[in-house]
């Protein structure tokens, strides 16, 4: 498959030689009209950038025919879009006005709704993560990154382990993306990280709320697209060096980057490493098994021509992560192993500090990935087909080195899109289908001792959208809807095994003597209807406001139709219900807010009826307790309506006169309900408790003789409420404390005062400063407790395993930047 694309685009690449337009002009202080040096031109759909020179101009080059939204970015002012329309052979000019702010504010382009445009203008909500804000926090995980902003939360299973929830929904409800291509490894469990390296992420685009109409049934709670940095300056080679390190668990971060730009040949390569070894918490010490290690390579290669472009991405990233199972001492609470390491019972120093996640149990997770995407220019609009492959291979490790599960999955995901833009209409069609086909296989029984555990049978997934979206710009209104059709086709394959449970356990046909079934054999078809409708409206005095009603579908998951085992990396036996019926969610979304000089904005309240929402539920036993399979509880998936509210906002603060000051808020607020329940069982498990943040970021004067621009220091609060509306039945879930975390940061930016280029940029960031000890309620490593290796059930909060404790974070970023190709070239070399 990954030969075959090559090729393909090998051919591509080299047969059209067409010779594309370019985009030039300059950008002045709207106030004064002086010319602006320094400001990033920025063409998002195509991740082509300039920098205007001493004189404030800009040339971009080699762009396809099309119509693009243009961002204009420095520090000091606020951040401008402007359309540009490239037509057949012609050069274009634009030249941009730039008025004073310390902020960016909400003028920014967005393209992960399908049709680009401004965050401000989208009746969808949408959440910005920007490269700065990316690059001032300490993180370990991508999603960790992002899980603050306004309206997102995380699950976590140690700080390796994260999964994303928008709006109180997670797992397979949200979408992730990374430069437009789906992330489908393994999104259904808990026990199993988003496998994306945060040092290809550039930044991020969150949507909030239902986005199956573009995306299909995986999106019904949000899309989270990550996307790559842009590519070098035409006639430039350009890259980084980048590392850091991390008090807390010893985290240390490589990275190296380099790329160019040669006539519209774009390239870049990317190698990352990430180790760390267990972290530590006040309450625990080091948290025995939350050791992890993670290399990721990155190619991309693409050419921009007249007709349009064409780009191949190439990833390949391997993640071997422990994950924690709270196995203790009954007598002292120590943590000790699973079973004894040459004779030695409980983990020593030098055990919680080794970066080897190998001991404790442990998944090895690979992920080899393609990615094609070309566009092409068809009159007034385009023709977007994108196409990608994917092999995700999961082993459970038991203490050892052969697997106890071993499965692989293949994902070949696809879209082909029709867009058009009317010049002076204001109209946007966009019309097309995509989907994917998913094929999962379980390894052989691995050698004795070990005891194959099989989850899920082998099975195949088929799905196809159809799907039309239609907007209209009448200036200050703009009001957009469309429709989407799915369909699935979910076929799964009988099991039996032979001496289950045992060293002897083998598969076996149906016709073998004492054979037990493991799985029933399925053919199961699914189909459903998305759609939505919104405006927003610019109202006076920077003000706006934004409806959206929407309809969302999904399917079952694999795991909730057919889960028949354990699930060791959650602790659980966990049985699917192959007669689950598809979720049907009906949202509305209002939203009203602020882009003001001084100040901005936005509060966002939604409504969300989903009815045959897919949960677990912890099954009781024959005395009224937990029924227990092979030492696990054991969970049942099950259905019924739920209505989730909430409201997300954020209030920030940046004075105009003021350059020197910012403050920013965001404040997130779930409720979920289920119906027809008793007192125990009448929320949502895993509903985020209640969240208020707040920084406060004092920027320095930059002078143009100081070797130190761009400094700047920083002071955070992040409060969480107590979450008391759990479902609480058997101790599923257990109400949280509220608790009160303080950060701290600085950072800046070494230049060469004579060139004013960067040298090295330095970034330090604290987190949890006064070194509280917490449990976050969606930390689901509180309820993994074993006292000499038997399960125990977790009735108390502090019985768990508490969350990282103080925390610095140190980034060098060392740039390589802006060398011309003819500045490259090896002397006396013809």
Same mark, same amino acid.
């Given at each position: 498959?990954?030969?075959?694309?090559?090729?393909?685009?090998?051919?591509?690449?080299?047969?059209?030689?067409?010779?594309?337009?370019?985009?030039?002009?300059?950008?002045?202080?709207?106030?004064?009209?002086?010319?602006?040096?320094?400001?990033?031109?920025?063409?998002?759909?195509?991740?082509?950038?300039?920098?205007?020179?001493?004189?404030?101009?800009?040339?971009?080059?080699?762009?396809?025919?099309?119509?693009?939204?243009?961002?204009?970015?420095?520090?000091?002012?606020?951040?401008?879009?402007?359309?540009?329309?490239?037509?057949?052979?012609?050069?274009?000019?634009?030249?941009?006005?730039?008025?004073?702010?310390?902020?960016?504010?909400?003028?920014?382009?967005?393209?992960?709704?399908?049709?680009?445009?401004?965050?401000?203008?989208?009746?969808?909500?949408?959440?910005?993560?920007?490269?700065?804000?990316?690059?001032?926090?300490?993180?370990?995980?991508?999603?960790?990154?992002?899980?603050?902003?306004?309206?997102?939360?995380?699950?976590?299973?140690?700080?390796?382990?994260?999964?994303?929830?928008?709006?109180?929904?997670?797992?397979?409800?949200?979408?992730?993306?990374?430069?437009?291509?789906?992330?489908?490894?393994?999104?259904?469990?808990?026990?199993?990280?988003?496998?994306?390296?945060?040092?290809?992420?550039?930044?991020?685009?969150?949507?909030?709320?239902?986005?199956?109409?573009?995306?299909? !049934?995986?999106?019904?709670?949000?899309?989270?697209?990550? $996307? =790559?940095?842009?590519? &070098?300056? @035409?006639? +430039? /080679?350009? %890259?980084?060096?980048?590392?850091?390190?991390?008090?807390?668990?010893?985290?240390?971060?490589?990275?190296?980057?380099?790329?160019?730009?040669?006539?519209?040949?774009?390239?870049?390569?990317?190698?990352?490493?990430?180790?760390?070894?267990?972290?530590?918490?006040?309450?625990?010490?080091?948290?025995?098994?939350?050791?992890?290690?993670?290399?990721?390579?990155?190619?991309?290669?693409?050419?921009?021509?007249?007709?349009?472009?064409?780009?191949?991405?190439?990833?390949?990233?391997?993640?071997?992560?422990?994950?924690?199972?709270?196995?203790?001492?009954?007598?002292?609470?120590?943590?000790?192993?699973? !079973?004894?390491?040459?004779?030695?019972?409980?983990?020593? $120093? =030098?055990?919680?500090? &080794?970066? @080897?996640? +190998? /001991?404790? %149990?442990?998944?090895?997770?690979?992920?080899?990935?393609?990615?094609?995407?070309?566009?092409?220019?068809?009159?007034?609009?385009?023709?977007?087909?994108?196409?990608?492959?994917?092999?995700?291979?999961?082993?459970?490790?038991?203490?050892?080195?052969?697997?106890?599960?071993?499965?692989?999955?293949?994902?070949?995901?696809?879209?082909?899109?029709?867009?058009?833009?009317?010049?002076?209409?204001?109209?946007?069609?966009?019309?097309?289908?995509?989907?994917?086909?998913?094929?999962?296989?379980?390894?052989?029984?691995?050698?004795?001792?070990?005891?194959?555990?099989?989850?899920?049978?082998?099975?195949?997934?088929?799905?196809?959208?159809?799907?039309?979206?239609?907007?209209?710009?009448?200036?200050?209104?703009?009001?957009?809807?469309?429709?989407?059709?799915?369909?699935?086709?979910?076929?799964?394959?009988?099991?039996?095994?032979?001496?289950?449970?045992?060293?002897?356990?083998?598969?076996?046909?149906?016709?073998?003597?004492?054979?037990?079934?493991?799985?029933?054999?399925?053919?199961?078809?699914?189909?459903?209807?998305?759609?939505?409708?919104?405006?927003?409206?610019?109202?006076?005095?920077?003000?706006?406001?934004?409806?959206?009603?929407?309809?969302?579908?999904?399917?079952?998951?694999?795991?909730?139709?057919?889960?028949?085992?354990?699930?060791?990396?959650?602790?659980?036996?966990?049985?699917?219900?192959?007669?689950?019926?598809?979720?049907?969610?009906?949202?509305?979304?209002?939203?009203?807010?602020?882009?003001?000089?001084?100040?901005?904005?936005?509060?966002?309240?939604?409504?969300?009826?989903?009815?045959?929402?897919?949960?677990?539920?912890?099954?009781?036993?024959?005395?009224?307790?937990?029924?227990?399979?092979?030492?696990?509880?054991?969970?049942?998936?099950?259905?019924?309506?739920?209505?989730?509210?909430?409201?997300?906002?954020?209030?920030?603060?940046?004075?105009?006169?003021?350059?020197?000051?910012?403050?920013?808020?965001?404040?997130?607020?779930?409720?979920?309900?289920?119906?027809?329940?008793?007192?125990?069982?009448?929320?949502?498990?895993?509903?985020?408790?209640?969240?208020?943040?707040?920084?406060?970021?004092?920027?320095?004067?930059?002078?143009?003789?100081?070797?130190?621009?761009?400094?700047?220091?920083?002071?955070?609060?992040?409060?969480?409420?107590?979450?008391?509306?759990?479902?609480?039945?058997?101790?599923?879930?257990?109400?949280?404390?509220?608790?009160?975390?303080?950060?701290?940061?600085?950072?800046?930016?070494?230049?060469?005062?004579?060139?004013?280029?960067?040298?090295?940029?330095?970034?330090?960031?604290?987190?949890?400063?006064?070194?509280?000890?917490?449990?976050?309620?969606?930390?689901?490593?509180?309820?993994?407790?074993?006292?000499?290796?038997?399960?125990?059930?977790?009735?108390?909060?502090?019985?768990?395993?508490?969350?990282?404790?103080?925390?610095?974070?140190?980034?060098?970023?060392?740039?390589?930047?802006?060398?011309?190709?003819?500045?490259?070239?090896?002397?006396?070399?013809?």
């Amino acid at each position: 498959m990954m030969k075959t694309y090559l090729l393909l685009f090998s051919m591509l690449l080299f047969s059209f030689g067409i010779a594309a337009q370019s985009l030039s002009g300059t950008v002045v202080d709207s106030a004064n009209h002086h010319l602006i040096a320094g400001a990033v031109v920025y063409i998002p759909q195509l991740k082509l950038e300039a920098t205007t020179d001493s004189s404030g101009y800009f040339n971009i080059s080699h762009i396809p025919k099309g119509t693009y939204e243009l961002e204009v970015q420095i520090l000091g002012y606020g951040t401008i879009t402007q359309q540009v329309i490239i037509k057949g052979m012609e050069n274009c000019t634009c030249n941009c006005k730039m008025g004073a702010s310390c902020c960016s504010g909400n003028e920014v382009v967005i393209t992960a709704l399908g049709n680009v445009t401004i965050a401000q203008r989208s009746p969808v909500p949408v959440t910005l993560v920007t490269h700065d804000m990316l690059m001032q926090n300490s993180y370990s995980t991508i999603i960790d990154a992002i899980s603050s902003q306004p309206g997102v939360n995380m699950t976590t299973e140690g700080v390796g382990t994260t999964k994303p929830q928008i709006n109180g929904l997670g797992f397979d409800r949200v979408l992730v993306l990374m430069d437009g291509e789906r992330e489908e490894d393994f999104q259904w469990g808990d026990d199993h990280g988003i496998l994306i390296d945060p040092y290809a992420v550039y930044d991020a685009e969150i949507i909030r709320g239902p986005a199956s109409l573009q995306y299909g !049934a995986s999106a019904e709670a949000g899309v989270i697209s990550f $996307k =790559s940095e842009p590519f &070098a300056e @035409n006639g +430039t /080679i350009q %890259g980084s060096v980048f590392t850091e390190y991390q008090t807390n668990n010893g985290l240390i971060g490589t990275s190296e980057d380099i790329g160019g730009n040669n006539n519209g040949f774009v390239w870049n390569l990317r190698a990352s490493n990430e180790e760390a070894h267990d972290y530590w918490d006040p309450k625990d010490g080091y948290v025995w098994g939350t050791a992890w290690e993670q290399d990721n390579v990155r190619l991309s290669l693409g050419l921009n021509k007249q007709w349009g472009y064409t780009r191949l991405t190439i990833s390949t990233l391997h993640r071997q992560i422990q994950v924690p199972d709270g196995n203790r001492d009954s007598a002292t609470g120590q943590f000790e192993f699973d !079973a004894p390491q040459n004779g030695q019972i409980y983990p020593n $120093k =030098s055990n919680f500090l &080794a970066y @080897n996640p +190998t /001991i404790a %149990g442990d998944k090895i997770l690979n992920e080899d990935q393609i990615w094609w995407q070309n566009s092409i220019s068809v009159g007034k609009g385009k023709i977007d087909a994108d196409i990608g492959f994917t092999e995700s291979i999961h082993h459970d490790i038991d203490s050892g080195t052969v697997g106890s599960g071993n499965m692989v999955v293949h994902d070949i995901p696809y879209s082909l899109k029709y867009q058009l833009t009317g010049e002076n209409s204001g109209i946007k069609f966009t019309t097309g289908v995509n989907g994917t086909y998913e094929f999962e296989n379980n390894y052989s029984e691995p050698p004795a001792p070990y005891i194959g555990d099989f989850e899920i049978p082998n099975y195949t997934d088929l799905q196809i959208g159809g799907y039309a979206i239609l907007e209209k710009d009448f200036k200050n209104l703009i009001i957009s809807g469309g429709l989407r059709y799915d369909w699935s086709n979910f076929i799964g394959q009988s099991m039996y095994l032979l001496n289950g449970g045992t060293p002897e356990q083998e598969q076996a046909s149906a016709e073998t003597p004492g054979a037990v079934k493991q799985f029933t054999g399925f053919n199961n078809m699914y189909s459903g209807i998305s759609g939505s409708i919104g405006a927003s409206y610019q109202l006076p005095h920077n003000n706006y406001i934004k409806l959206n009603i929407s309809k969302s579908y999904r399917a079952p998951a694999i795991n909730e139709l057919t889960s028949n085992g354990q699930n060791i990396g959650s602790n659980a036996f966990q049985l699917g219900n192959i007669n689950l019926k598809t979720e049907q969610g009906y949202q509305v979304d209002f939203a009203y807010g602020n882009n003001g000089r001084d100040i901005s904005f936005e509060a966002d309240g939604f409504y969300n009826y989903i009815n045959n929402f897919i949960f677990a539920d912890r099954l009781s036993g024959k005395n009224g307790g937990d029924s227990i399979l092979q030492g696990y509880p054991v969970y049942q998936y099950v259905s019924n309506v739920a209505i989730i509210t909430g409201v997300s906002a954020y209030f920030n603060i940046h004075p105009a006169e003021t350059k020197w000051l910012e403050i920013d808020n965001g404040f997130t607020y779930v409720y979920s309900n289920l119906l027809n329940q008793t007192d125990s069982t009448n929320h949502v498990p895993w509903t985020p408790a209640p969240r208020l943040t707040t920084e406060i970021k004092l920027k320095l004067n930059n002078k143009r003789s100081c070797i130190l621009r761009g400094t700047y220091i920083e002071i955070g609060q992040e409060k969480y409420w107590a979450q008391n509306n759990i479902y609480s039945a058997l101790y599923t879930e257990l109400p949280s404390a509220a608790y009160t975390l303080y950060n701290a940061g600085i950072g800046t930016n070494f230049v060469n005062p004579k060139t004013g280029r960067i040298i090295c940029s330095l970034y330090v960031n604290c987190t949890n400063l006064t070194n509280i000890s917490y449990i976050d309620h969606l930390n689901l490593a509180q309820y993994f407790l074993s006292y000499e290796g038997r399960i125990v059930t977790v009735t108390q909060q502090n019985q768990g395993i508490y969350n990282m404790g103080r925390n610095v974070g140190f980034k060098l970023l060392f740039p390589i930047s802006g060398h011309k190709l003819s500045d490259t070239k090896l002397q006396g070399v013809e």
